[in-house]
């Protein structure tokens, strides 16, 4: 099946400082990419959705200036956390859509990346 | 009420035992129904992806919908340890490439 990479896998900062996580689709090219942010013990909640070229597009409630994406490229998606704070400590995980939005489209998930804010 | 609800566990059985993971959903327009492993800290790996009602076999796990009682289940059959994981159900109206309503995962235990 085609894989997802996410780096870091682990990240931990000090409160205020940014954090990047890169996002990479590494045997096919995807034009969307979805961020999800996942608690402890809870399911996966979308944050946003990143279109190759384009402005993603936010969930509401979700602060875009605070969650910077970047869909520079068809295999690669940043997440950028600014001036990160406790309560952004979390598991964020990307997905890569392996089509073109027909509908044998599927998403491929990447491992996720453990962001801790002390 | 959450649009997808799912039992959240955990679920303990023994091995070898059949396992019965069930969704129910509230969106009539869901038509895109996936299964998803997740192991812990790991992302999520897509097990099953059908459309519409039916079944659809692969191995040890078979999938049921059925969107008249808008009810989706994942069966697990000769369970092992390594299948001690936690299990999403996701759907989405459009396709499987689209936004997915996930459920809040189910945690199975197979006990050796």
């Known amino acids: 099946g085609a894989v997802v990479s996410q780096h870091p896998s682990r990240v931990i900062c000090k409160s205020g400082t940014s954090v990047k996580i890169e996002c990479r689709s590494l045997?096919?090219?995807?034009?969307?990419m979805f961020w999800y942010r996942q608690f402890p013990k809870q399911s996966l909640m979308l944050m946003a959705t990143s279109n190759e070229g384009s402005k993603a597009t936010y969930e509401q409630g979700v602060e875009k200036d605070k969650f910077l994406i970047n869909h520079a490229s068809l295999t690669l998606s940043t997440l950028t956390v600014t001036s990160a704070h406790p309560e952004d400590s979390s598991f964020y995980i990307c997905?890569?859509?392996?089509?073109?939005?027909?509908?044998?489209?599927?998403?491929?998930f990447g491992p996720g990346t453990r962001l801790t804010v002390l | 009420q959450k649009e997808v609800e799912q039992d959240p566990g955990p679920l303990s059985v023994p091995e070898g035992a059949i396992v019965s993971l069930n969704c129910t959903y509230s969106?009539?327009?869901?038509?895109?129904f996936m299964w998803y492993r997740q192991y812990s800290r790991k992302g999520p790996e897509l097990l099953m992806y059908t459309y519409s009602s039916g079944n659809k076999e692969d191995g040890r796990f078979t999938a049921q919908v059925d969107k008249s009682s808008k009810y989706i289940s994942l069966f697990i059959r000769d369970s092992q340890p390594s299948d001690s994981a936690t299990y999403l159900c996701a759907m989405s109206a459009t396709n499987a490439g689209n936004m997915l309503t996930f459920g809040g995962g189910t945690r199975l235990m197979v006990k050796p």
């Open positions: 969106n009539s327009a869901f038509q895109y």
């Open positions: 045997d096919f090219q995807a034009t969307t």
């Open positions: 997905s890569a859509r392996d089509g073109l939005g027909s509908s044998t489209d599927t998403q491929y």
